[in-house]
């Protein structure tokens, strides 16, 4: 059932977008191959940043055992657990549609709900390189009361969702995140 879902949403997906090509073309005729060429730019910058994601979290699904991840971020993992996911998501530079694969990987691994989402928002709101930018164009005083506050924001974020959850919301997130029965 799920499965027809997801193939009826994907094709009412591009069906919407075939309508919007086409409403640019009857509209806006004079401006539609300057859209459509604004369109594949951005398409193409899309595809650029996800493949090397997606050849990454393949290469990590295949590499690195359930066992270890569950030690690395798992419920049991405690600080250096939180400390691993808040370094991985500040040393991250790829933009947010790329993060979800990532997180869903860590999910399936056994990686803690609170783990991963500290992963995500991190790499959102706390990245090493924007601090740098920050520190230059604002000033380090800005950007310390900045990293500060994020960093209490995101952990504060992190433990109330998964405070907020069931068991049966914990174990149907795993659940939809093994793949293949494992």
Do not use: H
């Not at 860590?106 to 709900?113: A, F, Q, T, W």
């Not at 706390?126 to 601090?131: K, N, Q, S, V």
């Not at 000033?139 to 924001?153: D, E, K, M, P, Y």
């Amino acid at each position: 059932m799920r499965n027809r879902m997801k193939k009826a949403g994907t094709q009412g997906a591009w069906k919407v977008m075939a309508a919007v090509c086409l409403a640019v073309f009857i509209l806006i005729p004079e401006r539609s191959g300057e859209i459509m060429a604004y369109t594949g730019a951005g398409l193409g910058q899309f595809i650029w940043n996800l493949v090397p994601v997606f050849l990454c979290v393949g290469l990590m699904d295949v590499w690195i055992e359930k066992d270890r991840m569950i030690k690395i971020m798992g419920e049991k993992s405690g600080p250096s657990g939180m400390g691993i996911s808040l370094l991985l998501g500040m040393l991250t530079a790829v933009p947010v549609y790329a993060l979800l694969p990532i997180a869903g990987l860590l999910l399936k691994k056994g990686g803690r709900i609170s783990n991963v989402l500290i992963f995500l928002c991190s790499s959102v709101s706390i990245r090493i390189p924007l601090l740098f930018f920050e520190m230059s164009a604002l000033g380090i005083r800005f950007a310390s009361c900045r990293f500060v506050l994020n960093l209490t924001v995101v952990f504060a974020i992190s433990f109330l969702v998964e405070r907020l959850l069931s068991e049966c919301d914990r174990q149907d997130i795993y659940r939809r995140n093994q793949v293949n029965g494992e």
